[in-house]
């Protein structure tokens, strides 16, 4: 019969079953990459409108489309959801909870019943804090500074400060996991030495969201209770130091910026070696400076309190402290660059996103030079020098490694290729939308102009314009890859078990994978990105 | 059943044998350990920054607290932490019924010490210490006397950070609780042998640290003023 002869589809962890219940209640941690990806995707598009609003007031010098207290709570919601809901987890629990334990060669993460946990404390943080956000909004700013946030604001300050203390336990759930992961399901001959660098990078990245989180979990939570409860512990009234408040949030919220970054650059690390065709420059160094990015970031918190009063002397070692850190940020950028030198470049749309990358990420970063200076830094504070120093690090850096690695791991994820012209076209469009949107922010800023007003003097109107035009275009390059990579599961060519000729185990098994990835546990006995290899045995295929 | 038959039920489908699988449950329980101690960690160096800043405040606020009742709770915290040790070892020989009963008791020494904790806390009240609209300190001439730069306000501080950290260690005990009686459920059920009695030796860890906390606590809060 004709019916017999037609392929059956082979299972993968996509068609293994598909109940709503297989979904809500999966282990695997694919699946709960994928509720990750959804997720994330809500909120980024939710602080994503609260951005849009924010660059259509900020169109004109007056303050005509909104109150003053209603673009408090506008700024307030962009950076409360662009921080703790989208950034935070979008790397690493997207593409790291997918792609981790593949890379160590494992079935899945240590403990996958924490991971999907994980998962619910998000949605459960972030309902609430939407709830808080919806029903009345909170005007604090996404750093809840005290006594403001404890005493004088009339918002919903303890929802929110309650479901961003929910939802860092999801953090500390997948940063476990993935410290374990990577310890203790290696497969056979996967040394410390051959690990990918995408697993050095959460390695690094995960150390920070188990130090660190729990401190934001325990200040968040003495806000809320000196709220409810009228304690005094942050009130300079009752004797308290709001400076206290200050250290205890930048202890993990300055270490957060490198849990966004960090995974960013793991991702950059692979897309710029399999493009190249090359292996990685320098291996020990970009590992190591993964490690050195972790450790040194817990050691300059108090560069955002330099205004706020704190000791000249103490001020002067952060100073020095944050400057120490670009040392490893810088050596990343160089073996990136050192690795593109002489090899077979090949220009597909992760690629240009990694470009995009290191070229946003050394504007950040030098910009972050500026700001660890003592004396500049009293000129820039709160202006919109600073607004745009940390958008090229957060937008620029991780949003870019972000769609780099999502363009780049969409065959292995979904098992279909995307449009190819489309996606190059929106890769340039975020570029261009980006530099349009934040560049003239570093000029403006410099002149002078302070962050969070809804209003400001004609003279920075044209500057402020075409912030607001390059907002639009960006939000247009954010929107296509939405459109054509939901196109792509339905009508997007069959991917490949390895569309890019890449190195790395999560390339040796089928497009989508398995269930459990791996019929048979691999025994590793290359070295990570064995490109000349994989070159000579194509060549060697083609002469065959 | 013998053991190697138990040890293959229990085999999670990602390890490759029993060694991988215990080895990663009791390196996740450390590391989770680790994120307690950050998490406390906060509360600690915001008791000891207040406790420079305001020591006599501290000093005099600690001394209306009944040493008594906190050192009966040490001694009976510690022989909880005895008999948890007790119950893993009985586990690891598999004497289930040693385990069961080693880990009921620990559960009722347990009960004793949140019972002299909500007692203390009851004095508290009574004595209008508990911060908020009621709170009020009264400097005894004899406190004065001691302490020389006694500022009330400040004593509410100190009440604020006592209520958290001891709130916070209870509720620390009250999971533990919850813990303990899963142990006592799947153990009388058989679940755990010698070959696995992870979960025994995890909650063990986990009680253990709640414990230490305490060890922290009972010196930090109860005796600020013993060494004048």
């Known amino acids: ?100 334990p593949i890379m160590v060669g494992a079935k899945d993460l240590a403990f ?60 500390i759930f997948t940063g476990l996991n993935f410290i374990v992961t990577i310890h203790r399901m290696r497969a056979p001959g996967l040394t410390w030495s051959r690990l990918p660098l995408f697993l050095w990078a959460h390695y690094a990245t995960a150390v920070i969201m188990v130090l660190g989180t729990p401190v934001i979990a325990i200040t968040l939570l003495l806000v809320a209770a000196e709220r409810l409860l009228h304690l005094g512990i942050f009130d300079a009234k009752l004797g308290g130091d709001p400076l206290l408040f200050q250290h205890l949030f930048w202890f993990y919220s300055h ?96 690629m240009l996103y990694v470009f995009g990358f290191i070229g946003l990420f050394t504007i950040g970063g030098m910009t972050g030079l500026f700001l660890a200076a003592l004396g500049l830094d009293v000129h820039v504070t709160d202006t919109y020098f600073v607004v745009a120093h940390f958008h090229y690090i957060m937008v620029g850096g991780a949003i870019m490694g972000y769609l780099g690695g999502l363009h780049f791991w969409w065959p292995k994820i979904t098992g279909r290729m995307y449009p190819e012209s489309w996606a190059k076209l929106s890769a340039l469009l975020v570029f261009v939308g980006f530099n349009l949107t934040f560049f003239p922010q570093f000029v403006v800023g410099f002149l002078g102009m302070p962050r969070r007003y809804h209003a400001y003097p004609p003279e920075y109107q044209i500057l402020n314009i075409l912030s607001t035009a390059g907002a639009s275009v960006l939000a247009i390059g954010y929107i296509f890859p939405m459109i054509y990579f939901a196109w792509s599961l339905r009508y997007g060519k069959k991917a490949p078990a390895n569309p890019w000729n890449a190195a790395g185990l999560e390339w040796t098994i089928p497009s989508p994978p398995s269930t459990f990835n791996f019929d048979e546990t691999p025994v590793v006995t290359w070295e990570a990105y064995n490109y000349d290899e994989i070159e000579e045995t194509q060549e060697a295929e083609v002469v065959g | 059943m013998s053991d190697s038959q138990t040890a293959v ?10 060694e991988q699988q215990n080895e990663t449950a009791s390196f996740g329980m450390w590391l989770f350990l680790v994120t307690e101690i950050m998490f406390f960690g906060g509360l600690f160096c915001a008791y000891l920054i207040y406790r420079v800043l305001y020591f006599d405040s501290f000093a005099a606020a600690s001394s209306t607290i009944d040493v008594k009742w906190g050192a009966i709770n040490t001694a009976v915290l510690i022989c909880s932490s005895l008999t948890m040790a007790m119950a893993v070892h009985s586990a690891a020989l598999g004497k289930r019924k040693a385990l069961v009963g080693f880990l009921v008791l620990t559960i009722i020494l347990g009960g004793v010490f949140l019972g002299i904790k909500g007692k203390e806390y009851y004095d508290k009240f009574e004595e209008n210490h508990v911060p908020g609209s009621n709170y009020h300190f009264i400097v005894e001439p004899e406190l004065a006397h001691k302490f020389h730069a006694i500022d009330p306000a400040k004593t509410e501080i100190f009440f604020s950070l006592y209520f958290i950290m001891t709130g916070l260690h209870a509720t620390h005990m009250v999971v533990g609780f919850g813990l303990l009686l899963w142990l006592i459920i799947a153990s009388m059920k058989g679940k755990f042998s010698p070959g696995y009695y992870s979960p025994v030796e995890m909650v063990g860890l986990y009680w253990h640290f709640v414990d230490i906390v305490w060890i922290w606590l009972f010196p930090l809060l109860y005796l600020i003023s013993r060494h004048h």
Not at chain 1, 18 to 29: E, N, P, R
Not at chain 1, 62 to 90: C, E, R, W
Not at chain 1, 117 to 129: E, N, P, Q, V
């Open chain 1, 255 to 350: 270490p957060a910026v490198y849990i966004m970054i960090l995974p960013a650059m793991g991702v950059i690390s692979e897309l710029v070696t399999c493009f190249s065709r090359k292996r990685v420059f320098g291996y020990n160094f970009v590992a190591l400076a993964s490690i050195g990015i972790a450790v040194i970031g817990f050691l300059v918190w108090a560069h955002h309190m330099f205004v706020a009063g704190i000791s000249v002397y103490a001020a002067m070692v952060f100073s020095f402290l944050s400057y120490l850190v670009a040392i490893p940020s810088a050596i990343k950028v160089f073996n990136w660059t050192a690795t593109l030198y002489k090899g077979s470049i090949r220009f597909d749309t992760p």
């Open chain 1, 1 to 100: 019969m004709a019916t017999a002869v037609q392929p059956v589809e082979k299972t993968n962890y996509l068609n293994a079953d598909y109940g709503i219940k297989s979904w809500l209640l999966t282990t695997d941690h694919k699946r709960i990459a994928l509720l990750y990806l959804a997720s994330v995707t809500f909120f980024f598009f939710i602080g994503g409108f609260f951005a849009m609003l924010i660059r259509l007031e900020l169109l004109t010098p007056a303050g005509d489309l909104m109150q003053a207290d209603t673009y408090n709570k506008v700024f307030t919601m962009h950076g409360v959801i662009m921080v703790f809901f989208f950034l935070i987890p979008s790397i690493p629990a997207v593409l790291g909870n997918f792609l981790v």
């Open chain 1, 112 to 171: 996958p019943k924490i991971n999907l946990a994980s998962w619910y404390l998000y949605m459960i943080g972030g309902g609430l804090t939407l709830y808080g956000l919806i029903n009345g909004g909170l005007d604090t700013g996404w750093t809840f500074y005290t006594p403001f946030s404890t005493t004088y604001s009339n918002t919903n300050v303890s929802i929110v400060a309650i479901g961003v203390f929910i939802n860092g336990f999801s953090s």
């Open chain 2, 9 to 18: 039920h229990v085999l999670k489908h990602h390890f490759r044998d029993m």
